[in-house]
């Protein structure tokens, strides 16, 4: 290959300062050095937690940076001391790491990597170490990835090979949204079969919490948002009813406890919202409810009564679904390529990276579930 071991110098959409569009650059890709691998970016998602780096996150440390961290591509060069991947090999890129080594690795009750961004650099949500530089500039790889260019670099431990014959465009969807929502309901809560669920907030993150609810064998699955437009997808992963939290003059956590009989076995919060969240407790049961944290938010404090755990219910969080990332992640392409969970329905825009903002611009206006941005050939 003409580019091993050189500079690639190739487009990413850059992130120069929060709250303004991203533009369109030409970046200068280092060579990957030990341990690392630069990866061919095929196809990217758009998450919310891109827009929540741009517009919510109210710093600017984690600037200027390239977003992007749901996406798939194709090894272009490894680098010294890389085992398991080699050129050509299809992968995807994963926001958190697996070292296999550390502390959280080896204990089975987790897949919080300590060697990941998250565990150090949770407020500039990037790793300092950077491959990338525009303009003379250092540019930041936001978790790690940045799959808002052609080409982007990582370390081995943060990216899982794939089977040769998955569809980029679909499975990079695993690379966050849907890995996240499913494993939030699966792993995380630990829905059990013939349990009532209620899942807040209806994106992509929530519609996989709603089918990992579904493939549990939840009976009843409540999906609630203040957008509707959003129920119709959500049956189509298996809610079974329905809730606009603003339609009533009474809380969403009540509605829930009449309509169920004192609140729901497990919820699901997937909006990033501190009220949600509270009200997702609330909605629980008590003596056995169980809340996930799903949404991202790193602003605000959260509050709730403590009665609200004294009477037995557990609230916890998760992060990207409680998956040992790079163990899982060639499994849940196998489960989409045999039917075990669906990945097409979500997508209802296809882009090219040129088109980012629009992108960004139809989750902001909650007109979209996810936007596939198409990278490279
Ligand atoms: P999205 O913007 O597509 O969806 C959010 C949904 O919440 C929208 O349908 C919106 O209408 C709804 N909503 C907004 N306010 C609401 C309210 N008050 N009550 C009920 N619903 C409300 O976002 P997404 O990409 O699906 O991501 C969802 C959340 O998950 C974000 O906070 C994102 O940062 C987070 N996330 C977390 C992880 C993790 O590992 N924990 C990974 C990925 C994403
Ligand atoms: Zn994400």
Redesign the pocket.
């Known amino acids: 290959m003409a580019t091993v071991g050189k500079v690639i110098k190739c487009r990413a959409a850059v992130a120069w300062e929060p709250n303004a569009p991203l533009v369109m650059e030409e970046i200068e890709v280092a060579p990957p050095e030990e341990g690392e691998i630069r990866i061919k970016v095929v196809a990217t998602g758009v998450?919310?937690?891109d827009?929540?780096h741009l517009f919510e996150g109210q710093q600017t440390r984690g600037f200027p940076t390239v977003l992007g961290h749901e996406g798939a591509g194709v090894v272009e060069s490894v680098g010294p001391g890389v085992t398991g991947f080699k050129p050509g090999d299809k992968v995807i890129p994963l926001f958190?790491s697996q070292c296999g080594e550390c502390r959280f690795c080896k204990c089975p009750k987790t897949n919080l990597c300590d060697r990941s961004w998250s565990s150090k650099y949770y407020d500039v949500m990037s790793d300092p170490t950077s491959r990338f530089t525009c303009r003379g500039q250092p540019i930041l790889q936001f978790m790690g990835t940045s799959t808002f260019s052609d080409y982007t670099v990582i370390n081995q431990i943060a990216v899982a090979k794939i089977r040769d014959d998955a569809p980029l465009d679909r499975v990079c969807l695993l690379g966050?949204?849907i890995a996240?929502?499913y494993g939030?309901a699966v792993n995380t809560a630990g829905v059990t079969p013939g349990s009532v669920c209620a899942v807040?907030?209806?994106?992509?993150?929530?519609?996989a919490a709603v089918m990992g609810c579904k493939n549990a064998g939840a009976s009843r699955i409540f999906a609630?948002?203040?957008?509707e437009q959003?129920f119709e997808m959500a049956k189509v992963f298996g809610a079974t009813d329905f809730v606009n939290?603003k339609s009533y003059n009474k809380p969403v956590s009540e509605v829930l406890g009449e309509i169920t009989n004192g609140g729901v076995d497990f919820s699901l919060e997937?909006?990033?919202?501190t009220?949600?969240m509270r009200s997702a407790l609330e909605s629980c049961v008590k003596g056995w409810g169980v809340s996930v944290?799903?949404?991202?938010?790193d602003v605000t404090d959260f509050s709730a009564r403590p009665i609200q755990l004294i009477s037995g219910k557990t609230w916890k969080?998760?992060?990207?679904?409680g998956f040992k990332s790079k163990d899982s992640v060639p499994g849940l392409v196998q489960d989409y390529m045999s039917g075990k969970i669906k990945l097409d329905e979500f997508i209802t825009h296809n882009m090219s990276l040129e088109q980012v903002n629009d992108a960004i611009n139809l989750?902001k206006t909650?007109k979209?579930?996810r936007t596939i941005l198409n990278v490279s050939k």
Do not use: E, Q, R
């Open positions: 998450c919310h937690t827009l929540y958190l966050c949204g996240t929502g939030a807040f907030g209806l994106g992509a993150v929530g519609l609630v948002d203040i957008n959003k939290p997937c909006v990033g919202n009220a949600v944290l799903v949404g991202w938010t969080g998760s992060l990207f679904g989750m909650g979209c579930i």
